[in-house]
Antibody, heavy 122, light 108 residues
Framework: QVQLVQSGAEVKKSGASVKVSCKASGYSFTSYWMHWVRQAPGQGLEWIGVINPSGSATLYAQKLQGRVTLTRDTSTSTDYMELSSLRSDDTAVYYC???????????????WGQGTLVTVSS | SSELTQDPTVSVALGQAVRITCQGDSLRSNYASWYQQKPGQAPLLVIYDRGNRPSGIPDRFSGSNSGDTASLTITGAQAEDEADYYCNSRDSSGHRWVFGGGTKLTVL
């Protein structure tokens, strides 16, 4: 079955970087874009960015541009989200979610990874 | 505009129908998708494209789009439907995606 499995929880100091992985299985990895989404404690969902199937193109949320980098390793079907210069308000659960689309008018995220908690402490 | 607006809280009596709405300029040209999230769980897709349901989602969930508004309707709400619901769409620029602020559904 289609599955996304993310790496484990991380605790980082302010100013450090974190790299979260998302390993895909059960489908053709190089046929789909992958989104990343985060959720701060008690808050809503926030879109972070998306990477294309070959890993050659990315789009990022304006708020995180310059601090976030999405990459992928097609040989291991694994996507990565790296966030640098961490601040306390980056504390959140980070999700990967596969992109699906239809007719250039509809996009949806399915399935989702289980989430990775990143805690930033000072 | 890149924003999607949802009512923060909605309540419904057990077995009754409830509609959750999502409003934004990007919905004039893009269909919304809807996600259900229960505490401690990852979001789950419940409606996509022109109101389609993924396999395993009960047919009491339906979706519609009109103008700048997308709606998620639950016909005959059950206790297990109590959750947060989020809409999502590609924004008008085509270079970003955006989530609504979420609606907390309480089943009374």
């Amino acid at each position: 079955q289609v599955q996304l499995v993310q790496s484990g929880a991380e605790v980082k100091k302010s100013g450090a970087s974190v790299k979260v992985s998302c390993k895909a299985s059960g489908y053709s990895f190089t046929s789909y874009w992958m989104h990343w989404v985060r959720q701060a404690p008690g808050q809503g969902l926030e879109w972070i960015g998306v990477i294309n199937p070959s890993g050659s193109a990315t789009l990022y949320a304006q708020k995180l541009q310059g601090r976030v980098t999405l990459t992928r390793d097609t040989s291991t079907s694994t996507d990565y989200m790296e966030l640098s210069s961490l601040r306390s308000d980056d504390t959140a659960v980070y999700y990967c979610a596969r992109d699906n689309s239809a007719a250039d008018k509809a996009w949806w995220f399915d399935p989702w990874g289980q989430g990775t908690l990143v805690t930033v402490s000072s | 505009s890149s924003e999607l607006t949802q009512d923060p809280t909605v309540s419904v009596a057990l077995g009754q129908a409830v509609r959750i709405t999502c409003q934004g300029d990007s919905l004039r040209s893009n269909y919304a998708s809807w996600y259900q999230q229960k505490p401690g769980q990852a979001p789950l897709l419940v409606i996509y494209d022109r109101g389609n349901r993924p396999s395993g989602i009960p047919d009491r969930f339906s979706g519609s789009n009109s103008g700048d508004t997308a709606s998620l309707t639950i016909t005959g709400a059950q206790a297990e439907d109590e959750a947060d619901y989020y809409c999502n769409s590609r924004d008008s620029s085509g270079h970003r995606w955006v989530f609504g602020g979420g609606t907390k559904l309480t089943v009374l």
